[in-house]
């Protein structure tokens, strides 16, 4: 019985995966479609007042570009391609209308500006993946494409960094592109703003503690998790978390834990959860963790070189919904701290 019940849960499991991932795996396969666009001898499509991107297959079929029209309508809805096209006629680029997803992704080019600049920006991201898919929102280039050139060995080794540390590399930030801009272009610019966020005056800073660019950056990380609502209270974790640093202590930080098991939507942290066997684990080695765990704003690297000189060694979160923590000097404050805020969990039923 045990046995007929694991298999009916199997391919319950299975069928759940399947149908989830069938869109994704549909998706994938009408954006490599290829078109007809070589045999096609016009040089541009006229568009009716009111036409949306999502709308356009019926148009692209009847042109003899596409072969068919709801695939692609199906692709413009799923990547939430619905607006409004507000130009008279799209531009046909033989070049770059090859298949499904560089016709749709130059259509959203052609859509976007008049001046063929367009600003572009990344922040709350989670992988490179991220980064590339917000990049590329609006540009003609495509994200799949830009986050494997981004992944690539020889990408990370020119630029100067290991697969760990390359996170690093990646600061939030918002500049102007052209919508044409090319994958390595769009490096270029990445790598000029890098360059340009280390200046002499934060490097000074970073050698002054005795740290890398890198290493600020995921100390920076553990700050950022810690607290990315309450900007202001930032510098006080960073003095707290190089206190540890500098007298030897365990940093002990709750969001490595959480890094490490892969699961970011814990709430209480119990012992069970700090015996995970990780160099992430900051309750089980000492210093920092070899990478950051996720991608800070300026504003918290910053924070980090311009930490708030005290004698604070611990922290625990305020028993409300603040945001705020309590900071101790000593582990007897700390303890009443910790007690407080374990009896409002408890209170609040957040387990």
């Known amino acids: 019985m045990k046995k007929i019940i694991g298999l009916v849960f199997f391919l319950l499991i299975l069928g759940v995966a399947a149908y989830i991932g069938f869109p994704y795996y549909k998706v994938y396969n009408i954006s490599k479609q290829k078109t007809k666009v070589e045999s096609v001898s016009?040089?541009?499509?006229?568009?009716?007042?009111?036409?949306?991107?999502?709308?356009?297959?019926?148009?692209?079929?009847?042109?003899?570009?596409?072969?068919?029209?709801?695939d692609f309508n199906y692709l413009a809805n799923f990547k939430k391609k619905d607006k409004l096209i507000e130009i008279q006629k799209i531009t046909i680029e033989k070049s770059k209308w090859q298949d499904y997803?560089?016709?749709?992704?130059?259509?959203?080019?052609?859509?976007?500006?008049?001046t063929n600049v367009v600003n572009v920006q990344y922040n709350n991201v989670k992988s490179i993946e991220?980064?590339?898919?917000?990049?590329?929102?609006?540009?003609?280039?495509?994200?799949?494409?830009?986050?494997?050139?981004?992944?690539?060995?020889?990408?990370?080794?020119?630029?100067?960094f290991t697969k760990t540390t390359y996170p690093t590399f990646f600061i939030p930030v918002k500049f102007e592109v052209f919508q044409d801009i090319t994958k390595e272009e769009m490096l270029e610019k990445l790598k000029n703003y890098y360059k340009t966020f280390w200046n002499d005056e934060r490097k000074s800073k970073a050698d002054a503690l005795g740290f890398s660019q890198s290493e600020i950056t995921i100390l920076a990380s553990i700050v950022y998790e810690e607290q990315k609502v309450k900007f202001d209270e930032q510098p006080t974790i960073a003095g707290l978390?190089?206190?540890?640093?500098?007298?030897?202590?365990?940093?002990?930080?709750?969001?490595t834990v959480k890094f490490a098991l892969g699961d970011p939507s814990i709430k209480r942290l119990l012992y069970v959860h700090l015996e995970v066997d990780s160099p992430?684990?900051?309750?089980?080695?000492?210093?920092?963790?070899?990478?950051?765990?996720?991608?800070?704003?300026?504003?918290?690297?910053?924070?980090?070189?311009?930490?708030?000189?005290?004698?604070?060694?611990?922290?625990?979160?305020?028993?409300?919904?603040?945001?705020y923590h309590n900071f101790s000097k000593t582990l007897n404050q700390h303890n009443v701290?910790?007690?407080?805020?374990?009896?409002?969990?408890?209170?609040?039923?957040?387990?």
Request: aromatic letters at 10%; a negative charge; one cysteine or more.
């Open 280 to 323: 992430y684990n900051t309750y089980k080695h000492s210093g920092l963790p070899p990478g950051p765990i996720s991608f800070p704003e300026s504003q918290t690297i910053d924070a980090v070189l311009n930490y708030e000189k005290h004698d604070y060694m611990y922290m625990c979160a305020k028993p409300e919904y603040s945001g």
């Open 42 to 70: 016009i040089k541009y499509i006229e568009i009716p007042v009111g036409t949306n991107i999502n709308q356009l297959g019926g148009l692209l079929a009847e042109n003899g570009i596409i072969d068919n029209a709801e």
């Open 337 to 351: 701290y910790a007690k407080a805020y374990q009896k409002w969990l408890n209170a609040e039923g957040i387990k």
């Open 130 to 160: 991220d980064i590339a898919g917000k990049l590329t929102q609006d540009i003609d280039l495509d994200s799949a494409t830009f986050a494997q050139y981004l992944n690539d060995e020889s990408t990370i080794s020119s630029l100067g």
């Open 241 to 255: 978390y190089i206190n540890r640093l500098k007298n030897g202590w365990l940093l002990q930080a709750d969001p």
């Open 101 to 114: 997803n560089s016709v749709l992704n130059n259509i959203v080019t052609q859509c976007n500006a008049s």
